[in-house]
């Protein structure tokens, strides 16, 4: 089964940074791209940052680039998102997401982690 | 960026009802057109890629359609799991946008 489990989320105050973990099983891990989407509470989705299997390209929003940084580690199957500079507008649940080799589509997701920024 | 709009923005239903929700992208985008679901305190579920592919394990009431820039999902026989937000989303281009979703209510 195909599992991926998020963890770093928390409270954090403006302009602080913060890292997204994403330990992923069930599959196997360097064959996959792999993104981050971001859910704010009670809102819609809003893909955050992507990755390619051996990481070589990485692609982000407009509204996170040069403040976010997407990674992973093969050899630990485990995707990281770092987050700097951190804004009131990116609090959010923070879904780690495997994209298939079909059409690219987005399955599946992990629970999602929350990140709250405020002072 | 290619935005993505969705109508309704809801609606209302009954169990055993047949609903259609409409996407629409800002340009063509070649059936690169995923539908996903989710229920409330959940994370979102693929139903559909590529337009009209069904993904496994989803049942056979919901079927995805159209080309261009206009695409469309149908639920039919609504079941009571079915109530939820649908959410389509391009993978044409990057950035890869969703709509702003669509949630399926009891009348």
């Known amino acids: 089964e195909v599992k991926l489990v998020e963890s770093g989320g928390g409270l954090v105050r403006p302009g602080r940074s913060l890292r997204l973990s994403c330990a992923a099983s069930?599959?196997?891990?360097?064959?996959?791209?792999m993104h981050w989407v971001r859910q704010a509470p009670g809102k819609g989705l809003e893909w955050v940052s992507g990755i390619t299997p051996n990481g070589d390209d990485r692609d982000y929003a407009d509204s996170v680039k040069g403040r976010f940084i997407i990674s992973r580690d093969n050899g630990k199957q485990s995707l990281y998102l770092q987050m700097n500079s951190l804004k009131p507008e990116d609090t959010a649940f923070y879904y780690c997401v495997k994209e298939t080799t079909r059409e690219g589509e987005f399955d599946p997701w992990g629970q999602g982690t929350l990140v709250t920024v405020s002072s | 960026d290619i935005q993505m709009t969705q109508s309704p923005s809801s609606l209302s239903a009954s169990v055993g009802d047949s609903v259609t929700i409409t996407c629409r992208a800002g340009q063509t985008i070649s059936s690169h057109l995923n539908w996903y679901q989710q229920r409330p305190g959940q994370p979102p579920k693929l139903l559909i890629y590529g337009g009209s592919s069904l993904q496994s394990g989803v049942p056979s009431r919901f079927g995805g359609g159209g080309s261009g820039t206009h695409y469309t999902l149908n639920i039919s026989r609504l079941q009571p799991e079915d109530f939820a937000t649908y959410y389509c989303q391009q993978r044409y281009d990057s950035p890869w946008t969703f709509g702003p979703g669509t949630k399926v209510e009891v009348k």
């Open positions: 069930g599959f196997i891990f360097h064959d996959y791209g």
